[in-house]
């Protein structure tokens, strides 16, 4: 079984929101680029139509793709969000001990994480090892590559 998948209500309208364009226009390109790849005879030696059957193909997988991701999200209600801890939806803000430099991400579900957004998933390195902690905590974070890092949360808001 799927497991649930924790999103904000505006990284679900995204997902819908792409979910309707590709199962409705873009659907309707990709049949209209098979159609027009037919017309040009044999579809054994027709480099068209196996692009466009693989566009097809493609679009199909992410399609079921964002179908089972708004299937198992459950939406984080971002009005009522616990700021007292470090939760999905709220607004981190965390300072490095070493370095001094002072950071604020938004901790959301895996679904709408986006690094350069600032946007954590709550499954990430940082997002997991900050999640549940309060302010005042100094967390040590394992990063990918390098030495352990030391966050001090210094301020959770409602995002």
């Known amino acids: 079984m799927a497991r649930e998948s924790l999103i904000t209500q505006e990284g679900l309208d995204k ?8 199962t409705t226009a873009k659907r309707r390109e990709v049949a209209e680029r098979i159609k027009e790849a037919r017309e040009f005879g044999d579809i054994m030696e027709n480099s068209e139509y196996d692009d466009a059957k693989n566009e097809q193909a493609l679009l199909e997988q992410r399609i079921a793709q964002l179908e089972e991701r708004v299937r198992r999200a459950t939406v984080v209600d971002e009005n009522h969000v616990n700021t007292d801890v470090v939760s999905v939806g709220v607004l981190v803000h965390v300072k490095d001990q070493k370095s001094g430099d002072s950071r604020k991400f938004q901790i959301v579900g895996s679904a709408e994480a986006d690094p350069a957004e600032s946007k954590l998933s709550n499954e990430s390195p940082i997002g997991k090892a ?15 590559r390098g030495p352990k890092r030391k966050l001090k949360i210094t301020k959770i808001e409602s995002a």
């Open 130 to 144: 900050l999640v549940g902690h309060k302010r005042g905590d100094v967390v040590t974070v394992e990063v990918p």
């Open 15 to 22: 997902l819908r929101e792409e979910l309707a364009y590709l």
